[in-house]
């Protein structure tokens, strides 16, 4: 079996491993091209390009997946078959090159949570349990015949950098054995339902300013939803607070603080009024500080209860 491996980030490494670990001919590997990172902003390697310099793979970068020299380039390879994962969307003319097609791995029980943040939303929007899929591509994104499932629970605090290398896990298993029905021609898909899709948009900086007037619940699924990254944010005398943790340990409602307003101060506490109740503030990142606990967070900087949160 002759497979290209298409990838970017993280998540899209131990999918690579496996394959490669199992035997696999990773005849190519097609990555994005070096971008700025960090606070520095300096030029470096996706982590699939470093797993694949690592470990001698060919290693494709092109600008543009619709290069007519790119796609002449794969066509020669010879491919078997073409594994997506965390990667652009693939023109018609790239994911019908290989004699089995091509299968994505996405992060959701499609057809919910299509999109690019389906992890985000998943936690956002408070459910119970997520998972991940593969499914042949066709040209109408996330929408081909499903493959194979994979259910995950998902903890009241869980947060999405949790969720995704959780399912960056699982879902390298799933790589694997949809890899394996294909080879042995026992591949069964099925459809997805249309009347069950709901979408998964990328989200945004803008978007991550919390509301303080929803419910508690609605909070703190907000900031585990987006932590660690892009992370929900809020403003305290014109400097941005990251918000990284918070927890539900109280439901008191403080009638005469508005939403926003800090309602407990105490060395280790920091309590949020909220729409029906307070949210305990956990893990926080100043504006030009580093990230860091509630109680080394209130040794060095100056809360009392009436002070609020926009």
Same mark, same amino acid.
């Given at each position: 079996?002759?497979?290209?491996?298409?990838?970017?980030?993280?998540? !899209?490494?131990?999918?690579?491993? *496996?394959?490669?670990?199992?035997?696999?001919? $990773?005849?190519? +590997?097609?990555?994005?091209?070096?971008?700025?990172?960090?606070?520095?902003?300096?030029?470096?390697?996706?982590?699939?390009?470093?797993?694949?310099?690592?470990?001698?793979?060919?290693?494709?970068?092109?600008?543009?997946?619709?290069? !007519?020299?790119?796609?002449?380039? *794969?066509?020669?390879?010879?491919?078997?078959? $073409?594994?997506? +994962?965390?990667f652009r969307i693939l023109p018609k003319e790239v994911f019908l090159i290989p004699r089995f097609g091509s299968f994505n791995l996405h992060a959701s029980l499609l057809p919910k949570y299509r999109g690019a943040a389906p992890i985000n939303w998943a936690l956002i929007n408070g459910e119970k349990e997520t998972g991940v899929t593969t499914f042949f591509l066709q040209e109408k994104v996330d929408t081909g015949s499903i493959i194979l499932q994979a259910r995950v629970a998902i903890g009241?605090?869980?947060?999405?950098?949790e969720l995704h290398d959780t399912l960056s896990e699982v879902g390298a298993e799933i790589v694997l054995h949809t890899v394996r029905l294909i080879e042995r021609g026992n591949v069964v898909t099925w459809p997805q339902d249309e009347t069950l899709a709901t979408p998964a948009p990328k989200i945004f900086k803008d978007d991550c300013r919390i509301r303080w007037d929803r419910s508690p619940q609605d909070v703190h699924n907000f900031i585990r939803g987006l932590s660690p990254q892009p992370c929900a944010w809020t403003k305290h005398n014109e400097k941005t607070l990251r918000i990284y943790r918070s927890s539900l340990d109280t439901l008191i409602i403080h009638e005469d603080c508005p939403s926003g307003t800090v309602a407990r101060v105490e060395s280790d506490r920091l309590e949020v009024s909220v729409r029906g109740g307070t949210i305990s503030l956990r893990e926080v990142q100043l504006e030009g500080r580093k990230r860091m606990g509630i109680e080394e967070f209130l040794r060095g900087y100056q809360l009392k209860v009436g002070d609020v949160f926009r």
């Open positions: 079996m002759r497979i290209v491996y298409m990838g970017t980030p993280e998540f !899209a490494v131990p999918s690579l491993h *496996l394959l490669r670990t199992h035997g696999y001919d $990773i005849i190519g +590997v097609v990555t994005a091209p070096d971008r700025p990172q960090g606070r520095g902003q300096r030029i470096g390697p996706s982590p699939v390009k470093h797993y694949a310099l690592q470990h001698q793979l060919p290693l494709y970068q092109p600008e543009s997946l619709r290069d !007519a020299e790119f796609q002449t380039t *794969l066509a020669s390879l010879r491919p078997d078959l $073409i594994v997506v +994962v965390a009241p605090d869980t947060t999405a950098g």
